[in-house]
């Protein structure tokens, strides 16, 4: 067998937590004082008080505060394979991109490319608004790494891929975000490296363009070149790449064909039986001033159940624990489907009640009824998140529950087969005898 | 990180922690040259775009200079400047001393300031502040015909100008590799800057007021002349003020410096630049990381 295109040996990357790296010259001084006169460094006091990382955990690092966002990881590729890379946030895949992209170094391992690469974690990077669509081709295609003949050669292509032959001589702040996004991907669809690298940049741009962009990219693995892939998108996964990696915390899980791949990663860490209890407040999701307790799925009856009929209504309740007062929480949770698919991800702010109303310390229940007659049957699983607004995320946990909505019919007389669909509403119909 | 010519194909890469601290990527800044050029042009075409003046600005500015200059240093503080006309005097100064000013500026924002492109996709780093110097180029290029016209008006249209006496050898032959000096050294010092201010952001706001205080201790508004002999040596560590003189000499005719200084200008320039490359080198690799 030929030499693999792609070869990454125990490659390893560590990260330092918060702001333990100096950040103004003055930091600089005091660490080098504190050092030369065997202080301690107040930085890493500081740091210390906010440890994140348990010295349990086998992704910290060997000095506290710092985390392995990838360890000893190994893998190849041989030409032609298209990988799709899957993982939770924070699993290392976009890091492990980003090394192999040169954009960082790793800590230590190696990887070895043996051909053109080109990476694609953005589209549009370099993009001038000031600029016209055609001098932003030319610019955004060098920084992508295209040489000025071959722009040259797939100018008219590439133009024509975007849809934006009208607006060629216009600078590109005068683009509608829609244009914006066609040219930029335009230009990227139309790099002939021999190994792609490319982050989730299909999640801009609308649906029929997506489909267009995702149909190029499945005639770039049909002429032999190599795609590594990372995605959320399960479906686009599972259309694009014959073979996935899953990457969780910073360690390959599986290496195999996509469909196990993506099995074995929908099903992991979400718990059946419709209720998910932490017992010890350290170890729930959360920070210090919220953690979550419990979350359970509530059938019609109010039974906790993770089988449902797909006719009635169902609740999520979430239970949290609030340890200083909070303004603007919004608990909410996301509904992903067997895909990987985000059906809604609704929050407790249409509560009117508490709207604009402090949160004082204690135990809250969230709870959310979920209309019935509404999804289609098949697995879901559920991702429960809090922000602040303004202010940001207070807790994320991915694949919290796991539940069944089974196939039962329609309300009245529905046959009992799956209808096609992400969701499946029970709609009004009504049936007239014209002649 | 260090790409490896000796296999099969002409593209593999090797992806490696601490890569030997004097590696530098030039067959990869060789591959992207065609960036480096567009980079340039991008400079050029964005800077100007929707101004009214457009490139005249390139002008202008150093015309308005020069009458501020004359007002205050000249007339008002009375400085000499070794008997010429002194709008040529600041001219001829202040085209070179822009040229490293506007070349410095640039290259020491290069790493912060596209952060957005160095986080998504990868080129060999040192392009950008390449581009820059090469882009600042054209502005060089514009105020040297601005001067050359005023200068060659005061040399034959007006009395008084024996005094200027234009060493042409000098104009032909030193004054680029003078310019290319110039470069180099704002790249050296650029690069050391940029390299920098990937750690200590009080750099970007120290910059405006270090280079003002550079402008002082160069030989821009003032001759050499007017500087003490013993003192001439620790001027001439700065490059710049052998570059701005020597520009005064090929055109006037008025040296006051000696080669040996030209000498230690161009050693200092050279110790800059190879140490700024380094220390850029150095931190391009993770610099991402912690930006």
Redesign the interface.
Known sequence: MAKPIIEVENLSKL??LGLI?????RD?VERWWCRMWGKEEKCSRVGKKKLVISDGDFQAGPEPNTIWALKDVSFSVQQGEIIGIIGKNGAGKSTLL????????????????????S?L??VG??F?P??TGG?NI??NG????M??SEIDRKFDEIVAFAEIEKFIET?VKRYSSGMYVRLAFAVAAHLEP?ILLVDEVLAVGDVTFQKKCLGKMGEVAKQGRTVLFVSHNMIAVNHLCQHGIWLDKGKVQIRGEINDVVAAYLSKGAMKGGQRRWRNLEEAPGNENIRLCTVEILNSENKISSSLDRRYDFFVKIEYDIFYSLVGLRMGFALLNAEGVVIFSPNDAEDIAWHGRKREPGKYMSICTVPGGMLNSGAYTITIGADIVPGGAMLWEDNVLRFEIEQTGGLQSRAPDRLAGVICPSLEWHIDKLK | MKANSSNQSPYEIVIEPNRKWFYIDWRGILQYRDLLFLLVRRDFIAKYKQTILGPTWFILQPLLTTIVFTIFFHRVAKVSTDGLPPHLFYLCSLMVWNYFANCLKSTANSLVANTNIFSKVYFPRLIVPLSSVISNLFTFGIQLGTFLVFYLYFKFFLQGSENIQPNLLMIIVVLPLLLVQAAAFSLGVGLWISALTTKYRDLVFLMGFLTQLWLYATPVIYPVSAIPAHWRFIMAINPMAAIVDFYRYAFFGTLALSSKYLFLSVVTTMVVLVSGLLAFNKVERTFVDTI
């Open positions: 990260y330092r790296g100096a950040t103004t010259f600089s980003k090394i192999l992209s040169r954009i960082t170094e790793p800590t230590s391992g190696r990887a070895i490319l043996r051909g053109r690469t990476s974690l953005e990077t370099g001038h000031e600029l001098e030319y610019l060098a920084i992508l790494g040489r000025k600078p021999e």
